[in-house]
């Protein structure tokens, strides 16, 4: 899991990376525009995006929470776009994560059920 709270962070990825533009994007709506309007951006007050990888997809999430899997985050919403599931959670009217999942094979069992469950038409 890749974690991007800041411009900076984009530089965990490489920009030949699929995701690449679909974070970049997101970064600059969500913590650029943001910011260029006049408004203090925190991370940890109104969220921030994530890039899940194979590896994430049984395993808790410790860097968000103690005891959440992929299949257990009460969705707001998944759409698809480029190859990639854009899954919302907002934890309240201030705080949303935006976690982008990869449209791959290993996304499959009950994480697909889920994601399909929340997949807006």
């Known amino acids: ?7 900076e962070d984009l530089q965990k990825l490489a920009t030949n990376n699929p995701a690449y533009p679909i974070i970049k994007n997101l970064v600059q709506r969500l913590i650029i525009d ?9 991370p940890e007050a109104h969220g921030f995006i ?3 990888e194979e590896a994430d997809k049984g395993r808790v999430l410790t860097e968000i929470w103690d005891d ?18 854009q899954a919302v959670f907002l934890a309240n009217n201030e705080f949303g994560i935006v976690f982008i999942i990869p449209d791959a094979p290993w996304v499959d069992g009950k994480l697909r059920e889920v994601i399909e469950d929340h997949l807006d038409p």
């Open 34 to 42: 943001f910011e260029k309007e006049g408004y203090s951006y925190d």
């Open 50 to 52: 994530t890039l899940i």
């Open 1 to 7: 899991m890749l974690l991007f709270k800041s411009p």
């Open 68 to 85: 959440w899997t992929l299949v257990d985050i009460p969705w707001e919403g998944i759409s698809i776009v480029d190859g990639f599931f």
